[in-house]
């Protein structure tokens, strides 16, 4: 059963709340995104690679099975 006791805060209330949570975000360095940009791109290119040769044996699979029938 739900909680009715909890009180709404005010709006001003939220937003010294809301200030106060945005005060605790720790944005990345730039060497970080850097990083991470470069990590995302290898891991893209070695998936791509991966998911090339999968379609491309179920493909052929596909069309050999097309030849029989």
């Known amino acids: ?9 005010s709006p001003a209330e939220f937003l010294n709340q809301v200030r106060a949570e945005g005060r605790k975000i720790v944005w990345p360095t730039r060497e970080e995104t850097v990083k ?10 070695i998936l791509s690679l ?4 999968v379609d491309s044996i179920f493909g052929g699979i596909v069309g050999w099975l097309l030849t029989l029938a």
Request: hydrophobic letters at 60%.
């Open 50 to 53: 991966f998911f090339l040769g």
């Open 36 to 45: 991470t940009a470069i990590f995302v791109f290898i891991m893209m290119l």
């Open 1 to 9: 059963m739900a909680d009715n006791t909890k009180r709404k805060p």
